[in-house]
């Protein structure tokens, strides 16, 4: 069945994103239909450098649709950023008769990516990640889900903050990145949206917060992103987030009442919605399509809608601007302080 097929194989790296999973069984489907044999790589890069290899079946692929997270599970290796960590990997691929290699992940991962690819091994690069802060694409994968979710979370948050009369301080991911605060802020109807690419001032927010007061309204939503203030680390401590320093900053300048909600990892969980399911399936077959020409070392991408391809190191480690239209429209109907 499998004779005359060339192998290649998928992996999952870095933080995980709702729509791998898609993009896992496009990568299969699409790739299967090209005459490859795809294997799957468990854990990223650290079971790559194991030889953690799987087959697919057609169930478990069509039953993780609909899924969060990433069947093949993720990881962050350092062990692999090391020269010895690659060879060992690119050792455990050609002895599985790997031929090439799709990679989904964000920029750390995409760095690995470049790394196999200068080294031999033909690979090619998937955005997925909800903070949405790779260049070169207009969206990742994960990004709409997590919007929605911050959507759904704060809804629920506007109910007890109009009861109650109080400022609802949330915080949202975006390590380095301001997209999933600028766009779910906005989405919301925030009253404020903190980025990390506008520099904080505190004192502006708060004058915003009582001319929101002023003007009737006893209640205010302040979406922030993680990022604000340079504690960038979902592992920091309550009291060193950007949520918890903006909630007490309001409250010492003040008389609000205010509380705070870190929504934290269960933006990373989720069915993934149409959106980023019809995202990742494109761009998983635009990337077997690349490797099926014998192209590699770039990573697949959408721009205004259409899919394209540019090379890895083009999107590695640049910033991804904000949005000027986003943010000016947020000007318009919040405050972005
Ligand atoms: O996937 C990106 C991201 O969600 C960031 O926004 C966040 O800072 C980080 O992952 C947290 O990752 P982890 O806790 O898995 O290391």
Known sequence: MTQNRRRIAVLTSGGD???????????????????????GVERGYDGLM????????????DENLHRGGTLLRSARSHEFMTREGRAQAIEHLRRAGIEGLVVIGGDGSFAGALALDR???PTVGIPG????????????IGFDTALNTVIHAVNQLRDTAYSHDRVYVVEVMGRNSGYIALYSGLAVGA????????PEDLDNLVAKIDQVHKAGKAHSIVIVAEGVGGVPSSTRRYEESAGFRVAQYISEHSHHE???????????GGSP???????????GEAAVRLLARGVSGRMVGIQQ?????????????????????????????????
């Open 50 to 61: 194991r030889g953690s290899f799987v087959e697919f079946s057609q169930r478990v692929l």
């Open 17 to 39: 994103a709702p729509g791998m999973n898609a993009a896992i069984r496009s990568v299969v489907l699409c790739g299967t239909a090209l005459n490859f044999e795809v294997i």
């Open 305 to 337: 809608n259409r899919v394209v391809d540019v090379p890895l190191e083009d999107a590695i480690g640049k910033p991804k601007p904000i949005d000027r239209e986003y943010y000016e429209l947020a000007s318009l109907l919040t405050a972005v302080v």
């Open 273 to 283: 919605t149409a959106s980023d399911r019809l995202l990742a399936s494109r761009l």
């Open 258 to 268: 205010t509380r705070v909600t870190i929504l934290g990892h269960l933006q990373r």
């Open 191 to 198: 009253e404020a949206i903190l980025i990390p690419e506008i």
């Open 129 to 140: 990640t909800i903070d949405n802060d790779i260049a070169c694409t207009d969206v990742s």
């Open 119 to 121: 080294e031999g091994m």
